[in-house]
């Protein structure tokens, strides 16, 4: 389930309108993600999609949901 799916954005462009990926995390966990937040998508290739698993990047493990560009967009950014 998308986090935008429990919001009524009725219309609504702003900050939580649909396609809208939120994850909260602890502080420490965010201290460990900074490494990665300026990573391209192709550095530190060590890591597997969740859901089709192929390679992913540190950054996308850290700031994509686990998920390679392809079917982080499809569960985003989907108009379903």
């Known amino acids: 389930m998308k986090e935008s799916e429990n919001i ?41 999609c969740k859901r089709c698993k192929v390679k992913i990047s540190a950054h ?5 949901g686990g998920m390679c560009d392809d079917c982080f967009n499809k569960e985003i950014f989907s108009e379903d």
């Open 60 to 64: 996308n493990k850290d700031w994509h």
């Open 8 to 48: 009524d954005d009725e219309g609504d462009d702003g900050f939580w309108s649909g396609g809208s990926f939120v994850q909260s995390i602890s502080k420490e966990e965010m201290e460990k993600k900074n490494r990665t937040i300026h990573m391209k998508n192709n550095e530190e290739m060590d890591y597997a």
